[in-house]
């Protein structure tokens, strides 16, 4: 079976610019949950989709978004990007819950300049 | 308090050794717990889940768990250079938003020759 995939795997961005990132999680699985991972903070949890429904939400600004599509495929946008912004965004698909065993995707790397 | 924390390390342990990893939570309604282990500049990988009270075995790695002091821990027998990496602790719990899971920052292991 294959794994979660998670497109582009690097991108760079300046400031005031949108990112869309896109995570295909592994067949039959129907939660995806999006993380953000910094040196500092480690992994934050952003959001997690079930069904094409958020079912919950971290604590990050409104700039951060995401979706989730019939095949449980999922993006997320960051607009109005910040230097901060740059970290490594994981995304992890589960079957049912993010309470289930989570398996990750190798990440997005963003740089924002 | 966060509410996952683990020592951020490293921890140095000599090749064949046991390294004991630790972990505590804060919120009493956690029900699900996992270690995951991540290489520097890789994903997380799943190396255990443990979700009632006491031991649980697989291989060279044993996952304990204590609700009722909050605590959950992992230990490595007979430790080989390639367990080098950071182990990350997660508690999942069900929150009026949905399911999630929380991340501590991880502790660095380091196994020495």
């Known amino acids: 079976k294959a794994g979660v995939t998670q497109t582009p795997r690097y991108l760079i961005k300046t400031r005031g610019q949108q990112v869309t990132l896109s995570c295909s999680p592994i067949?039959?699985?129907?939660?995806v949950s999006w993380y953000q991972q910094t040196p500092g903070q480690g992994l934050q949890f952003l959001f997690e989709?079930?069904?094409?429904?958020?079912?919950n939400k971290g604590n990050f600004p409104g700039r951060f978004s995401g979706r989730q599509f019939s095949n449980s495929r999922s993006e997320m946008n960051v607009s109005t990007l910040e230097l901060g912004d740059s970290a490594l965004y994981l995304c992890a698909s589960s079957l049912r819950s993010a309470q289930d065993t989570q398996y990750f995707g190798p990440g997005t790397r963003l740089t924002v300049l | 308090q966060k509410e996952v924390e683990q020592n951020s390390g490293p921890l140095s342990v000599p090749e064949g050794a046991i390294a004991s990893l630790n972990c505590t939570y804060s919120d009493r309604v956690s029900q699900s717990f996992f270690w995951y282990r991540q290489y520097s500049g890789k994903s997380p990988e799943l190396i255990m889940s443990i979700y009632s009270n006491g031991d649980k075995e697989d291989g060279r790695f044993t996952a304990q768990l204590n609700k009722a002091s909050q605590y959950v821990s992992l230990l490595i027998r007979d430790s080989q250079p390639s367990d080098s990496a950071t182990y990350l602790c997660?508690?999942?719990?069900?929150?009026?938003?949905?399911?999630?899971?929380?991340f501590g920052t991880g502790t660095q292991l380091k196994v020495e020759l």
């Open positions: 067949s039959g699985h129907r939660s």
């Open positions: 997660a508690v999942g719990r069900v929150t009026g938003g949905g399911n999630k899971l929380t």
């Open positions: 989709y079930f069904s094409e429904t958020q079912r």
